[in-house]
């Protein structure tokens, strides 16, 4: 006979099954499986944040990845005429659930990316909703997390330790 699992362990194990599902290409599933915990199974007051932040990760990139269903708009949550007032205050709010220090989800730090770009391309300098405007956005944002590339002809290399292992001196 097996014992009573508590809501938090129940939780927590449901979670990282959804991360998994994440991490091995199958957004959709890691999305059925948080939603099913948010809406139908108990939360308890101390994990609900947790479960509620690696939700709307997971919820904001299903809506860029469908991006032929969702428009900009959506994938902020906002409606398509709105103040800038309200866009603001929903940019924010999604922002502080989703800071890459805060969120720990897998994919808080894509979401992370996709609502900033998202942004851009919607209330940005060059304001103008298009495709190709939150593409340029995004590609700015992965350029930015590449490590610069050395060359080995200038002297510059990789901080890596060689240890010679196969001395002569035998």
Not at 17 to 23: D, G, K, S, T
Not at 113 to 137: D, F, H, Q
Request: charged share 20%.
């Amino acid at each position: 006979m097996s014992l009573p699992v508590s809501a938090m362990v129940f939780s927590e194990n449901n979670v990282r099954v959804a991360e998994e599902r994440y991490r091995r290409g199958n957004p959709k599933g890691a999305l059925e499986v948080l939603h099913a915990l948010t809406f139908v199974f108990p939360n308890t007051s101390t994990n609900h944040r947790k479960i509620s932040q690696v939700y709307l990760a997971h919820q904001i990139h299903w809506r860029f990845i469908n991006a032929s269903s969702f428009t900009l708009h959506d994938v902020l949550g906002l409606p398509p005429f709105c103040s800038y007032q309200t866009a603001r205050r929903q940019y924010m709010n999604i922002v502080a659930k989703l800071c890459p220090e805060k969120n720990k989800s897998v994919a808080a730090k894509l979401a992370f990316k996709i609502i900033n770009a998202t942004w851009m391309a919607l209330y940005g300098p060059e304001e103008g909703s298009g495709v190709g405007n939150i593409e340029r956005e995004l590609g700015i944002m992965f350029q930015e997390d590449e490590p610069p590339h050395q060359s080995v002809r200038e002297g510059k290399r990789p901080c890596v330790n060689i240890i010679d292992t196969d001395s002569d001196s035998d």
